[in-house]
């Protein structure tokens, strides 16, 4: 197997761990992110002034010589497939796609083929320069399989490791479009009483709880407060629907990301997204708000209505801003045309 060997000298004042020293000043050409220079010291690729170091506590001092053996990126198990992908922006780094309705991100056991990577293995070809010693896209985010929208990939550490940070942070801005059942909107005095809410200036709706698993259906997440991951979502009305208001079109921006986040958040406030089979429950719409015609859209929408529609980071190389937006898709679109929104 063909290998590199990536050479340099402990500048002064380093951080007294072996892994943060290198992590500070390995070359930024050898692309080395933290989590592949602490798998490379334990697989012993790593000599401090000739001799192999597995313990990343390692005490370093400035001056030292080391020297990374790196094995070229071997190939993955997972199948490249030809798969057409909307592809919005395209690099030597990344990839940002706009995702369909009914395809899974990542492979799992359940569906190990015909997913986001699949299709991004054979998209990218070489160009993917290796993700953790394996040639295949890094995935910092997802969406779920029926949710539609972008979607950023790295093609390398470096690319990877900033993109994760970044999200890790919650520096990356993702805004999102949903129908949701009713208009959450500060004059309804039932959403003021309801634990966790709160509306902030403009009619933004403000949604701040844990989230972990249901108790008795681990496919779920469920609201908490005494437990779990901190989550916080905001949402605004862009338009109500009906007459009076049976539905509407929201923004929704969240400040961390967490699995469902916007789903579960509009369900725990009473404004369930249309078409959500986990966390929709059994609603129906007013036909005299609506009409029948926005009553049948509605009992027909066979996803939760939901599209990530705005994705902005700093490029994880570069450093410049990068944002991109996604139209609403078309059976969205339709739907609050016939719920008599004006798009």
């Given at each position: 197997?063909?290998?590199?060997?990536?050479s340099?000298?402990i500048?002064?004042?380093?951080?007294?761990?072996?892994?943060?020293?290198?992590?500070?000043?390995?070359?930024?050409?050898?692309?080395?992110?933290r989590?592949?220079?602490?798998?490379?010291?334990?697989?012993?690729?790593?000599k401090?002034?000739?001799?192999?170091?597995?313990?990343?506590?390692?005490?370093?001092?400035?001056?030292?010589?080391?020297?990374?053996?790196?094995?070229?990126?071997?190939?993955?198990d997972?199948?490249a497939?030809?798969?057409?992908?909307?592809?919005?922006?395209?690099?030597?780094?990344?990839?940002?796609?706009?995702?369909?309705?009914g395809?899974?991100?990542?492979?799992?056991?359940?569906t190990?083929?015909?997913?986001?990577?699949?299709?991004?293995m054979?998209?990218?070809?070489?160009?993917?320069?290796?993700?953790?010693?394996?040639k295949?896209?890094?995935?910092?985010?997802?969406?779920?399989?029926?949710?539609?929208?972008?979607?950023?990939?790295?093609?390398?550490?470096?690319?990877?490791?900033?993109?994760?940070?970044?999200?890790?942070?919650?520096?990356?801005?993702?805004r999102?479009?949903?129908?949701?059942?009713?208009?959450?909107?500060?004059?309804?005095?039932?959403?003021?009483?309801?634990?966790?809410?709160?509306?902030?200036?403009?009619n933004?709706?403000?949604?701040?709880?844990f989230?972990?698993?249901?108790?008795t259906?681990?496919?779920?997440?469920a609201?908490?407060?005494?437990?779990?991951?901190?989550?916080?979502?905001?949402?605004?009305i862009?338009?109500s629907?009906?007459?009076?208001?049976?539905?509407?079109?929201?923004?929704?921006?969240?400040?961390?990301?967490?699995?469902?986040?916007?789903?579960?958040?509009?369900?725990?406030?009473?404004?369930?997204?249309i078409?959500?089979?986990?966390?929709?429950?059994k609603?129906?719409l007013?036909?005299k708000?609506?009409?029948?015609?926005?009553?049948?859209?509605?009992?027909?929408?066979?996803?939760?209505?939901?599209?990530?529609?705005?994705?902005?980071?700093?490029?994880?190389?570069?450093?410049?801003?990068?944002?991109?937006?996604?139209?609403?898709?078309?059976?969205?679109?339709?739907?609050?045309?016939?719920?008599?929104?004006?798009?």
């Amino acid at each position: 197997m063909a290998t590199s060997l990536v050479s340099f000298v402990i500048a002064e004042d380093p951080p007294a761990r072996l892994d943060k020293a290198l992590s500070r000043d390995v070359p930024a050409e050898a692309d080395l992110s933290r989590s592949r220079l602490a798998k490379l010291i334990e697989e012993g690729a790593v000599k401090v002034a000739g001799e192999v170091v597995t313990n990343p506590r390692f005490k370093v001092a400035g001056g030292e010589e080391i020297e990374i053996t790196v094995e070229a990126a071997v190939e993955t198990d997972i199948v490249a497939e030809d798969i057409p992908l909307s592809v919005v922006y395209e690099d030597d780094d990344l990839i940002v796609i706009d995702k369909p309705a009914g395809m899974v991100v990542h492979p799992a056991p359940g569906t190990p083929n015909g997913t986001v990577v699949n299709a991004l293995m054979f998209h990218c070809g070489e160009s993917l320069s290796g993700i953790g010693g394996e040639k295949r896209p890094g995935i910092v985010h997802r969406i779920d399989k029926d949710t539609t929208g972008l979607l950023v990939a790295a093609k390398n550490d470096k690319a990877h490791h900033g993109l994760a940070a970044q999200f890790e942070k919650h520096s990356v801005e993702r805004r999102y479009l949903a129908v949701c059942y009713g208009a959450p909107d500060q004059n309804d005095p039932r959403i003021h009483g309801i634990r966790g809410t709160n509306f902030e200036a403009g009619n933004i709706l403000k949604i701040q709880t844990f989230l972990g698993r249901h108790k008795t259906d681990r496919q779920r997440q469920a609201v908490s407060f005494e437990q779990g991951r901190h989550a916080v979502t905001r949402a605004r009305i862009i338009e109500s629907l009906g007459e009076p208001a049976s539905a509407a079109l929201i923004e929704c921006w969240l400040e961390t990301g967490r699995t469902h986040q916007i789903r579960v958040h509009m369900s725990h406030v009473g404004h369930s997204l249309i078409g959500d089979p986990v966390y929709g429950g059994k609603r129906k719409l007013n036909a005299k708000a609506v009409g029948e015609a926005g009553v049948e859209a509605a009992g027909r929408f066979d996803r939760q209505a939901l599209h990530a529609a705005t994705l902005g980071f700093d490029h994880p190389v570069t450093g410049e801003w990068m944002e991109f937006e996604s139209e609403l898709p078309d059976d969205m679109a339709e739907l609050v045309s016939a719920l008599g929104g004006s798009l």
